[in-house]
């Protein structure tokens, strides 16, 4: 399943993480400031009993 979402924002953030993590083909909608971050360092997930990055 390919998923779009909109918005890189805290909770935009959080589901991308964890539907990349399950498998899903996830595309995240970055500009300005926030794309560059993520390109440069990836979508990184901190659970409080792991960390994780997703590129």
């Keep these: ?3 779009l979402i909109y ?3 805290v909770i935009g953030s959080f589901y991308a993480a964890l ?3 399950a498998g899903h083909d996830t ?3 970055a500009r ?3 794309l560059d971050t993520l390109k ?3 979508l ?3 659970t409080g009993d792991s ?3 997703r590129r």
Aim: charged share 20%.
């Design 7 to 9: 918005g890189a924002g």
């Design 19 to 21: 539907l990349s993590g």
């Design 44 to 46: 990184l997930m901190n």
């Design 40 to 42: 440069e360092s990836g």
């Design 27 to 29: 595309t995240v909608y």
């Design 51 to 53: 960390f994780f990055r």
């Design 32 to 34: 300005g400031k926030r």
């Design 1 to 3: 399943m390919k998923i």
